[in-house]
């Protein structure tokens, strides 16, 4: 995957991981870099944030690579205010309360060793400034300043954090975020769809409904399927179709999927909605909807014949 | 789901509402508070009490009193159940609400609930919600029916992605105020209380729990149990008031008979049209097209989360 990449930032620093029973972050002493990665493989790149054992070869299969996928805008890199010993970082996820933990390694010449240093500020800066935009310019972080290069932090300066003020349940989760082995591609056949509207949306769905005249047949049959006491127009459909309540059914029947690997509930899916069967998980399933199109539209061909 | 077991409901001022009037309970109402502060909950008069709810996390769970202080001794005197049973959680602390207010009417089905269960304990009243059929069939039948059940799978169980949520009642009885929390050992006393004090002194209480959590993590949410509004506008003639309150209630039953259902019938038919619209468009590339974008929305969704 290296031939699809550019790195565009590369600094030292090691995980810190969160003890649950006694609320302490706890920096690990494994040296460590972390990576900021631009895929050049897609029409849209998307940024890879990877940390990783220091001197590790990427193709060894038995070293792991943590890598996390981040859209623009999605996540910030910040200084833990709350951690007086030590230079630690977290980045945050804005959309959820996934966050990692980082604590900097480069030695920072002649400066406190528990304090924010300037080159500190120079990367978070240039990380925040690649969360939100990619492409943005480098400015003034030289790889001699941020990289690999420099003198180390030893761990023994680095002591315990007490850091009651965090939130253990999303601590707890911290650096469970996406293991990559190394040397994992991110070619996605053999991906199973996680969720019906990723296909397609209620949102399509609606869509579809909106540009249906009032008086076309398509309604009437969508009625039949609509709750007893909601009334049969259009505009309730459309109502229905737009309810998180509808969504929620989305989400419960795609995890029906999901929950019941290695079972056969395609085959029950396909005998209750009357589909044919072709096979498990949520791509079949869209299969079998397609396929079942083609036949009813085969036996209306034959019935006209 | 089985027989006994208790599904996953909606906090939801609606859902809870047409539960407890399901139960047997007259002319009480929930309502969602969008601010806390004293005048939005005294605008609520007769108010009974106040559920505070936030998602569960341990530290937000932590045993702390808020400056308040345990009194086992009178646990078998008011209504205090200990949690058993997570998604019990919300019905219990609703129950702990009405249960210690002597002026409503909780139907004849609770009324004996709760003279059985005077004198219990905490733990044995805890154990007597999650065993109770009634109340846990009421419960339940807020909840969307899970579509297929296999019965070679498993019940999902929670995990830590899934929201839970921590229900604590906070009631004026008798002149103190209590907090009823089904994960703390005892009920809690804040103090002298009187009805008139209620507003002010919980939300006293309340900020002094709030400002324990990192406001950006954690989310909160605080339901009023209060006297049917409907009832108290037409009393006092106040039509626009009952129109809307009126509105309100439809709102809410609509919602409720759509969390009822699973949808699947209507989804299935709906991906019909839109697959056979798509193919009719661009043909069997942009059906590929589709599985693709999904695939690649999927793997996506995959790197973000953790595994």
Same mark, same amino acid.
């Given at each position: ?5 550019v790195?565009?930032?590369? =600094?030292?620093a090691?995980?810190?991981?969160f ?9 690990l ?15 849209s ?82 990380i ?23 003198d ?9 954090t ?7 349940s999303?601590l707890?989760?911290? +650096?469970?975020?996406i ?9 996605n ?11 397609? #949306? ?14 076309d ?24 179709l737009?309810?998180?309540? =509808? ?15 290695g ?8 005998h ?14 869209l ?9 009813q ?9 | ?26 002319a ?10 004293? #005048? ?12 505070f ?18 009194v ?37 089905a609770?009324?004996?609930?709760k003279?059985?269960?005077?004198g219990?304990?905490g ?26 059940v ?17 229900f ?14 089904? +994960?703390?050992?005892?009920?809690i006393s ?13 939300v ?24 049917d509004?409907?009832?108290?506008w037409?009393?006092?003639?106040? =039509? ?22 699973? =949808? ?16 009719e ?19 996506q ?7």
């Amino acid at each position: 995957m290296s031939e699809d990449t550019v790195t565009l930032l590369t =600094f030292k620093a090691g995980k810190v991981t969160f003890q649950p029973p006694s609320k302490h972050l706890q920096p690990l002493p494994q040296k460590g870099k972390i990576t900021l990665q631009k895929s050049t493989d897609e029409e849209s790149p998307l940024l890879s944030f990877i940390w990783e054992p220091r001197g590790s070869s990427k193709n060894d299969p038995s070293v792991q690579r943590d890598e996390l996928m981040i859209f623009p805008g999605e996540a910030e890199w910040l200084p833990v205010q709350q951690c007086k010993t030590g230079r630690v970082y977290v980045l945050k996820f804005n959309s959820s309360s996934q966050r990692s933990f980082f604590w900097m390694q480069d030695a920072p010449s002649g400066e406190i060793l528990n304090e924010i240093s300037e080159n500190d500020l120079k990367i978070a800066t240039r990380i925040n400034t690649l969360l939100e935009d990619i492409d943005a310019e480098e400015v003034d972080i030289s790889e001699e300043q941020s990289g690999a290069s420099g003198d180390d932090v030893e761990m023994e300066d680095l002591p315990t954090t007490n850091s009651n003020t965090q939130q253990p349940s999303s601590l707890s989760n911290l +650096l469970s975020s996406i293991v990559i082995p190394s040397g994992g591609n991110h070619s996605n056949t053999g991906t199973p769809i996680h969720d019906i509207s990723d296909a397609i #949306t209620a949102k399509q769905m609606a869509n579809y409904v909106n540009s249906l005249d009032t008086s076309d047949a398509k309604l009437t049959n969508l009625y039949q399927f609509l709750p007893e006491e909601i009334p049969k127009t259009k505009s309730e459909l459309l109502r229905v179709l737009q309810s998180p309540q =509808f969504l929620q059914g989305i989400n419960s029947l795609s995890q029906t999927f999901r929950s019941a690997e290695g079972t056969n509930i395609g085959q029950l899916v396909a005998h209750e909605l009357g589909l044919p069967y072709r096979g498990e998980g949520i791509e079949a399933f869209l299969r079998a909807i397609r396929a079942s199109i083609q036949e009813q539209k085969e036996r209306e061909r034959e019935g006209h014949e | 789901m089985s027989d006994s077991g208790w599904n996953t409901i909606e906090s939801d001022a609606g859902v809870f509402t047409e539960l407890i009037e399901t139960l047997g309970v007259k002319a009480v109402q929930l309502d969602e508070l969008l601010t806390l502060d004293p #005048t939005s909950l005294s605008a609520l008069a007769p108010l009974y009490g106040v559920i505070f709810l936030f998602k569960w996390t341990q530290s937000a769970a932590s045993q702390t009193t808020d400056g308040g202080v345990y009194v086992p001794e009178v646990e078998h005197e008011i209504f205090f159940a200990r949690q058993k049973i997570q998604n019990a959680c919300a019905t219990q602390a609703i129950l702990s609400v009405l249960m210690n207010r002597e002026e409503i009417k909780l139907g004849s089905a609770l009324d004996e609930f709760k003279s059985f269960t005077t004198g219990f304990d905490g733990e044995l009243r805890g154990e007597t919600i999650s065993n109770s059929d009634l109340i846990r069939s009421t419960h339940n039948s807020f909840s969307r029916p899970t579509p297929f059940v296999d019965e070679s799978i498993a019940p999902r169980t929670a995990t830590d992605d899934d929201d839970l949520y921590h229900f604590i009642a906070y009631v004026p009885i008798s002149g103190t105020l209590y907090e009823l929390d089904g +994960l703390q050992p005892a009920p809690i006393s804040h103090g002298p209380c009187t009805d008139d004090e209620f507003p002010e002194k919980v939300v006293e209480v309340l900020y002094r729990r709030i400002a324990r959590y990192d406001a950006s993590e954690v989310r909160f949410n605080l339901l009023a149990v209060c006297a049917d509004r409907r009832e108290l506008w037409s009393n006092i003639g106040d =039509f626009e008031r009952l129109e809307r309150e009126n509105e309100k209630r439809a709102e809410w039953r609509r919602e409720n008979i759509l969390r009822r259902e699973n =949808f699947v019938g209507l989804i299935a038919e709906m991906l019909k049209y839109v697959v056979d619209d798509v193919v009719e468009k661009g043909g069997d590339t942009a059906f590929e097209g589709i599985i693709d974008q999904a695939k690649e929305k999927s793997a996506q969704r995959y790197l973000q989360s953790k595994t």
